[in-house]
């Protein structure tokens, strides 16, 4: 089944023109309607604050680490209209320190490049079919960086339960949850973290 974008909005963040207007296509393709565009980790900070988008997509971006830094930016900065926001980042770097450090910032998934719509279209509905817990220590802010839960585990940092299991495709037919939802869902959880209550 296929998922109705038409009311998500999503900012790219990419270090040049072609390259989000390649992007910008692609989302097209899914339906997305809203796709905005920023050049730069400070451009994209003040973009995202401004739109409150529902996804991000980031390049790696320059020197070297600003995708990574914009990352931790929308994860930690006080401002971040919401720190949960699903997180996309695309590089041509494929090494495992690459991937490594992306994981270690907050990305949500990776992507590599050259990438094909079809391997763009299903992160997306990874972000939708598995939402991952978000995990707060005192060195990091993000997505849980586990991806395998063990069940049988009981010690001391045992985490929540294992999620459950996605719902079969002839179930998902009549309710496909939605990524805007989740993302609601998320600025509840903080507008409830700001306030105190959690």
């Known amino acids: 089944m296929s998922y109705q974008f038409k009311n998500i909005t999503v900012l790219v963040v990419e270090s040049t023109r072609a390259m989000f207007d390649l992007t910008r296509s692609v989302l097209q393709t899914f339906g997305v309607n809203q796709v905005y565009s920023a050049y730069g980790c400070d451009e994209g900070y003040d973009t995202f604050c401004r739109v ?25 900065n006080r401002n971040s209209p919401n720190p949960f926001i699903p997180i996309v980042l695309m590089t041509g770097y494929s090494q495992k320190k690459r991937v490594l450090q992306a994981r270690d910032s907050g990305i949500t998934e990776f992507l590599v490049k050259p990438f094909t719509a079809k391997a763009l279209y299903q992160k997306i509905e990874q972000l939708i079919e598995r939402p991952r817990h978000f995990v707060s220590t005192e060195n990091y802010f993000g997505p849980d960086r586990r991806r395998k ?42 507008e409830r973290r700001d306030k105190g209550e959690t």
């Open 52 to 76: 409150n988008p529902d996804l991000v997509v980031i390049d790696w971006l320059e020197d070297p680490n600003n995708g990574l830094e914009l990352t931790r930016r929308i994860r930690t």
């Open 149 to 190: 839960r063990e069940g049988d585990y009981r010690g001391p940092d045992r985490r929540t339960p294992d999620q459950p299991v996605a719902r079969p495709p002839e179930e998902r037919a009549v309710e496909a949850p939605r990524l805007s939802s989740a993302v609601q869902k998320a600025k509840e959880i903080k």
